[in-house]
């Protein structure tokens, strides 16, 4: 069933992308990219054996190419259609996208102090906040449930995915920076209540 207020499908699979090779290097990739590794493929083909007989046929995916190339993946895998859904990007890490936070503190020493002041409205320089991607996180639910036909498959990131999950659980800002998305997990949100496969 789909709310009529912002057709958001009641029944949503969510994963984050694959692992990536800056995610072995503990770069921060935002809205640039860096390709799957060996196991962020295994880990793809893993979710979508999880997800096969859950009847979905539609794959939202952020745009970026980590995200894509696990869709496709698991869109393969279930015979599901694939829609790109920009709202999906991870949050934009502006400046500091690419660097490692050794980095970052040797670039922008102020930064790590300001962002655990306000984690959730501190924006990354040239980027967006926590706050801000929420907005994008909301568009995209929008988007993902008229475009899917039944139950949807969202594939995007960690930090955006904090901010689905906390729409769809109707979590405050707080509730939200508290959540984890690793690598090959599989979240079901039914009706609010959330489970792993």
Request: net charge negative; aromatic share 6%.
């Amino acid at each position: 069933m789909i709310p009529q207020d912002r057709h958001v499908p009641e029944r949503v699979f969510l994963v984050r992308h694959g692992q990536t090779a800056w995610n072995l290097e503990h770069r921060l990739q935002g809205q640039l990219d860096s390709p799957l590794t060996a196991d962020g493929i295994a880990q793809a083909r893993s979710m979508a054996d999880r997800l096969a007989g859950y009847g979905i046929s539609t794959v939202c995916s952020s745009p970026l190419g980590r995200a894509l190339r696990t869709s496709v993946i698991i869109a393969e895998r279930l015979g599901a259609d694939l829609i790109e859904v920009p709202e999906l990007a991870e949050v934009h890490h502006g400046e500091l996208a690419g660097m490692t936070w050794a980095e970052i503190d040797e670039a922008f020493p102020t930064a790590r102090e300001e962002r655990a002041a306000n984690r959730y409205g501190w924006a990354f320089p040239g980027g967006e906040s926590y706050a801000q991607a929420r907005v994008r996180a909301r568009k995209a639910l929008t988007s993902c449930g008229w475009a899917a036909t039944g139950t949807p498959l969202l594939v995007s990131h960690e930090m955006i995915g904090r901010m689905l999950r906390a729409e769809l659980r109707g979590l405050d800002a707080m509730g939200a920076l508290g959540l984890r998305h690793p690598h090959s997990v599989v979240f079901r949100i039914d009706g609010g209540v959330e489970s792993v496969l």
